[in-house]
């Protein structure tokens, strides 16, 4: 099992789409999902709970999350000290890497660094400077030993060209990724939907672009005989080459992610924390093996591309934050993405055929953090 430990609800970034939305957002209703709203804004369970928590399951992965995590040093240190996960992972926005000690940096099997794409596109919905600032970091943990994955996770939205900007953390001198991931900003909040231009950005700019990238990623194959690690596009050829055909939420929400928040409470994710009608136990009782799973509804359930896609997000199924019809264009951001992959799979077939790619390059540590589609 996966759980996300929300060290701490605050954060050290102002980001345009997640303190802008929820200054923006903070007057709406949530119907009739009661939500908690004096959580504490810190971890405030002992850690020798998450310590027996944890023991319970032989294969416990602890990633942490916030707010931002590194805000919480301390209680990092303290965790990975006292408790025995299988591996630790983090979501980090980056800016204080360097405040934590190689020693524990080099004990983490994945790092997620949220970075948007270049320098102005990064700074632009980050804040002036934060790329340097994060660029440095991660040449710093590079340089003091830490070997694991990084993956530059990128927040998509109408000021992103993907196809553009992905390449560029691919190919750039400065800190070229292994591995991306990429989360599209849509769904999430209600009112930004009047401001956006979401419909025709998708369509003229995003799907067209994602499928050119798709060509790129088996041009690379075809080339260089590598696989890049564009988590989006491994994630659904993986599946479509191992023959799966049923997969539940790709991030692995509320079946096998979880999220524990400041008060050891336990959520189906990280985005569902305070959601009271949610709280699926505490971590001082509840048995990590044993706990409630929670499906999408509708229109997921109902939706022929459920197989491959999972249902993409269960907050954005569950809240129905944008209507039906501004959803529908995620959903056809979503069928484009699968019909680009799908038709690159005789090319795909063809390479592995040949023994000029492998398998296992399609291969990673399935619910790191990376939700897949997009
Ligand atoms: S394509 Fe849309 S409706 Fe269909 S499963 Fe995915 S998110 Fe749900
Ligand atoms: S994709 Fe949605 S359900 Fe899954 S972890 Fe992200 S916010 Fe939660």
Same mark, same amino acid.
């Not at 079946?255 to 136990?281: E, H, R």
């Not at 993405?337 to 592995?352: C, F």
């Given at each position: ?5 929300i ?7 102002q ?15 949530f ?12 971890i405030?369970? #002992?850690?020798?709970s ?25 209680e ?15 979501q ?10 190689p020693?524990?940096?080099?004990r ?5 660094v949220?970075?948007?794409g #270049? ?7 980050r804040g002036?400077?934060t ?12 340089k ?8 530059g ?17 691919l ?25 956006r ?9 995003y799907?067209?672009?994602?499928s050119?990238?798709?060509r790129?990623w ?9 696989v890049?690690?564009l ?13 799966e055909n049923e997969?539940?939420l ?17 959520v ?8 009271k ?6 971590i ?8 409630q799973?929670v ?16 249902g ?15 959803y529908d ?9 699968? #019909? ?20 296992r ?5 399935k619910y ?7």
């Amino acid at each position: 099992m996966f759980f996300h430990v929300i060290l701490t609800t605050e954060c050290n970034s102002q980001c345009r789409y997640c303190y802008g939305e929820a200054l923006d957002d903070v007057d709406e209703d949530f119907s009739d999902i009661e939500v908690d709203y004096s959580l504490p804004s810190k971890i405030n369970y #002992d850690i020798e709970s998450l310590r027996r928590f944890c023991e319970r399951d032989p294969d416990c992965v602890l990633t942490f999350y916030g707010g931002e995590p590194l805000l919480c040093l301390d209680e990092i240190k303290q965790i990975m000290d006292e408790t025995k996960p299988k591996l630790f992972m983090m979501q980090t926005n980056g800016l204080l890497l360097d405040h934590l000690e190689p020693d524990y940096v080099n004990r983490f099997h994945t790092i997620l660094v949220s970075v948007d794409g #270049d320098e102005a596109l990064t700074d632009f919905n980050r804040g002036i400077g934060t790329f340097k600032k994060v660029v440095g970091n991660m040449k710093l943990i590079k340089k003091n030993g830490f070997s694991g994955e990084l993956i530059g996770r990128m927040t998509v939205m109408e000021n992103t060209d993907i196809y553009k900007q992905v390449k560029w953390l691919l190919q750039n001198d400065e800190f070229p990724f292994s591995s991306i991931h990429w989360q599209l900003n849509a769904g999430f909040w209600k009112k930004d939907l009047t401001r956006r231009d979401f419909a025709r950005w998708s369509e003229e700019c995003y799907n067209p672009g994602t499928s050119k990238l798709v060509r790129f990623w088996v041009d690379q194959m075809e080339k260089k005989g590598i696989v890049l690690r564009l988590y989006p596009l491994l994630g659904v050829a993986e599946s479509i080459l191992s023959g799966e055909n049923e997969c539940l939420l790709r991030c692995g929400g509320a079946w096998i992610n979880y999220a524990i928040q400041t008060d050891g409470q336990i959520v189906p994710c990280p985005t569902m924390w305070g959601m009271k009608s949610f709280y699926l136990g505490h971590i001082k009782t509840a048995d990590p093996m044993r706990l409630q799973k929670v499906s999408v509804g509708q229109p997921c359930s109902g939706c022929s591309s459920l197989r491959l896609c999972g249902g993409r997000c269960l907050y954005a199924n569950v809240m129905k934050r944008w209507s039906p019809e501004a959803y529908d264009h995620v959903c056809k951001t979503v069928q484009n993405l699968l #019909d680009a992959v799908s038709e690159q799979m005789p090319r795909i077939v063809k390479l592995l055929e040949d023994g000029r790619i492998r398998f296992r390059q399609f291969e990673y540590i399935k619910y790191n953090g990376c939700e897949i589609i997009p």
